[in-house]
C-alpha cells in the first residue's frame, strides 16, 4: 500500500493556466508539507499543515494555495503558472509537527510549463 | 542562518570499498540530524537521524552516521558499497527547539558506486 500518494506524476501545462496536485496519506499522520526541488535538485519547503492548521508558510507567491480538507490530504493549487513553477513538487508526512519526527515523502509530481 | 553543507556534489567509490558521504551544519542550540536517499524518479525516503544519546546511528541499508558536535558534522558512511546504494543523498537539519518541523535540507550528493 502506498503510503504518501500524489497525483498526477506528471502535469505539463501552459503559462498562465491554473492547476491543482493532491496529495494523501494513509500512516495517520498529523502533519503534511508541500517541498519544491529544483533543476539542481534544490529541496525547499514551501508549507505545512498540522490536523488542517497552517503551521508553516514560506516565502512563495501567493499565487500558490495549499488546501486541507482533512489531515489525509494536502493539496497544492497553482494559479497563473509561469516558466519559473517548473519543478518537482514533493508532499510529504510526519506523525506531529514535532521537530524529531522523520519525514515520508511521496514520489514526486513533475511540472513543466511551458 | 540555518544552514546544511555537503561539500561534495559527487562521490565515486568502488564496490565493495567504504563509502563516506559528508554533511556539516549550522544551527541554533542542539540540532536534530536526518539523513534522506533519494532513487532517480522516486521521493526521498527516510535513513537515519541523531535525535540524542549515542553519537553513532545505525539506519536502514547497512548505513550509519556519526555526530560531531566540535566538528559540526554528521557524516554517512558504509562499511562496503553496493552498486545499488547508487543515488543522491541528503542531509537535514532543524534545531531541537523552536519552529516546527522544518527541515533545512543539503544541496545533495550523488554517490556513484562503480562495479
Known amino acids: 500500500d502506498t503510503a504518501v500518494s500524489q497525483t498526477p506524476k506528471y502535469l505539463v501545462t501552459q503559462m498562465g493556466n491554473d492547476k491543482s496536485i493532491k496529495c494523501e496519506q494513509n500512516l495517520g499522520h498529523d502533519t503534511m508539507y508541500w517541498y519544491k526541488q529544483d533543476s539542481k535538485k534544490f529541496l525547499k519547503i514551501m508549507f505545512s499543515y498540522n490536523n488542517k492548521e497552517l503551521i508553516i508558510n514560506e516565502t512563495v507567491p501567493n499565487r500558490f494555495s495549499p488546501k486541507s480538507p482533512d489531515k489525509a490530504h494536502l493539496n497544492l493549487h497553482i494559479n497563473s503558472l509561469e516558466l519559473g513553477d517548473s519543478a518537482v513538487y514533493f508532499c510529504?508526512?510526519?506523525?506531529?509537527?514535532?521537530?524529531?519526527?522523520?519525514?515520508?515523502f511521496g514520489p514526486g509530481t513533475r511540472l513543466t510549463v511551458l | 542562518a540555518q544552514s546544511v553543507a555537503q561539500p561534495e556534489d559527487q562521490v565515486n567509490v568502488a564496490e565493495g570499498n567504504p563509502l563516506t558521504v559528508k554533511c556539516t551544519y549550522s544551527?541554533?542550540?542542539?540540532?536534530?540530524l536526518f539523513w534522506y536517499v533519494q532513487y532517480p524518479n522516486r521521493g526521498l525516503q527516510f535513513l537515519l537521524k541523531?535525535?540524542?544519546?549515542?553519537?553513532l546511528v545505525k539506519g536502514s541499508y547497512g548505513f550509519e552516521a556519526e555526530f560531531n558536535k566540535s566538528q559540526t558534522s554528521f557524516h554517512l558512511k558504509k562499511p562496503s558499497a553496493l552498486v545499488s546504494d547508487s543515488a543522491l543523498y541528503f542531509c537535514a537539519v532543524r534545531p531541537s527547539r523552536g519552529g516546527y518541523n522544518k527541515l533545512i535540507f543539503g544541496a545533495g550528493t550523488r554517490l556513484a558506486v562503480h562495479p
Open positions: 541523531y535525535i540524542t544519546g549515542d553519537n
Open positions: 544551527v541554533s542550540g542542539n540540532p536534530y
Open positions: 510529504a508526512s510526519s506523525q506531529s509537527s514535532s521537530s524529531y519526527n522523520e519525514q515520508f
